[in-house]
T-cell receptor
């Protein structure tokens, strides 16, 4: 059974601090990795995609991938109350592009 | 910015009734997907569709489910005889490549089966 695991949270972060989210996956042939943000009752919204080992930065977000450890993370710098949401890690393993999602980590940014 | 649209936003139906959920993918995209999310649970893959046929389906996607691209813009999910456990948010997604490109999600249809 291929799994994508995330800490469910909630992760409480003071405004302006760094939020650190982690995700592990079980399928070694996974090729593509995505972080989506989901507000309550809304659809997943893409934040970042990452395909190669290392870091990828986009604004206040940094994704980190370590395929040897089967680990992907997301850092949110200068956290804002609007960042309060559930963050979904998604992994794509096969050529037809099915996404496998983790259960999500709820982030709460406190003013 | 192009986006995936879905209708209706909320569908209420009686158990045993047929429902059709509609999606308009982003216009130049070639790969289409349906996912569902039961309240409080993770997003689950249902089916992927490319070149007018199903490319992959999950165990959830049994004979009660079907998908269709009836014209050049719409992509539909039909549930033939709804069950209480079909109550969920149903998300349509599309991408323009199957291998590494991003899937963009529609706003979802909340299906409530009574």
């Amino acid at each position: 059974q291929k799994e994508v695991e995330q800490n469910s949270g909630p992760l409480s972060v003071p405004e302006g601090a760094i939020a650190s989210l982690n995700c592990t996956y079980s399928d070694r042939v996974s090729q593509s990795f995505f972080w989506y943000r989901q507000y309550s009752g809304k659809s997943p919204e893409l934040i970042m995609s990452i395909y190669s080992n290392g870091d990828k930065e986009d604004g206040r977000f940094t994704a980190q991938l370590n395929k040897a450890s089967q680990y992907v993370s997301l850092l949110i710098r200068d956290s804002q109350p609007s960042d309060s949401a559930t963050y979904l890690c998604a992994v794509k393993s096969d050529s037809w592009g099915k996404l496998q999602f983790g259960a999500g980590t709820q982030v709460v940014v406190t003013p | 910015e192009p986006e995936v649209t879905q209708t209706p936003s909320h569908q209420v139906t009686q158990m045993g009734q047929e429902v059709i959920l509609r999606c308009v993918p982003i216009s130049n995209h070639l790969y289409f997907y349906w996912y569902r999310q039961i309240l409080g649970q993770k997003v689950e893959f249902l089916v992927s569709f490319y070149n007018n046929e199903i490319s992959e389906k999950s165990e959830i996607f049994d004979d009660q489910f079907s998908v269709e691209r009836p014209d050049g813009s719409n992509f539909t999910l039909k549930i033939r005889s709804t069950k209480l456990e079909d109550s969920a948010m149903y998300f349509c997604a599309s991408s323009d490549q199957g291998i590494t490109d991003t899937q963009y999600f529609g706003p979802g249809t909340r299906l409530t089966v009574l």
